[in-house]
């Protein structure tokens, strides 16, 4: 089959970052008195927002989920990703000849929130690749694992969705 299109997930498709995200995570909620080891929150997180677990977070904590603790997690999410955060081995040089062999007509379609994905994927050069077909799931009435991310990014491409290839890591 000759897709129309590539759509690529971010987070552990593109970027080395579920490792550094979830980190920070699991320091902010044992903080909250919820303890689990890097291996727990993550089987427990990654594929999702955390407002996702809103009701988890809250049982295992006792504590409200806040926007000033959400603030708070992102802003030391981005610094350690802006630390730390790397391309996934060979992507740089995979994402190249895709994007030169389907003329530019690929995309990211990430669940996760638009200026972090920016931040990541201009951290690791690999935005110019993608400039303009960037979308997150945050900006949709649902989120992954909907797949309303992946059909905006295929109707932004102008590409029937049941003709392009996703590489996608979860679910």
Not at 32 to 45: I, K, N, R, S
Not at 115 to 135: A, D, H, I, N, S
Request: charged share 25%.
């Amino acid at each position: 089959m000759k897709f129309e299109a590539v759509l690529f997930d971010c987070d552990g498709v593109l970027v080395d970052s579920e490792r550094i995200t979830n980190g920070v995570l699991r320091d902010m909620l044992a903080e909250q008195g919820w303890h689990m080891t890097l291996q727990e929150c993550m089987a427990v997180f990654v594929g999702k927002a955390v407002m996702d677990e809103r009701a988890r977070i809250e049982a295992e904590t006792g504590k409200p989920l806040t926007p000033e603790w959400m603030a708070s997690f992102r802003a030391r999410r981005n610094a350690a990703l802006m630390e730390h955060a790397k391309p996934i081995s060979h992507a740089p040089e995979a994402i190249a000849r895709i994007h030169a062999a389907y003329a530019g007509r690929i995309a990211c379609a990430s669940g996760a929130d638009l200026p972090k994905v920016l931040m990541q994927m201009g951290k690791t050069g690999l935005l110019p690749y993608f400039e303009g077909r960037v979308f997150s799931g945050h900006d949709l009435p649902r989120s992954k694992p909907h797949p309303d991310v992946y059909l905006a990014a295929a109707a932004a491409l102008g590409a029937d969705p049941t003709r392009c290839a996703v590489v996608e890591d979860t679910v």
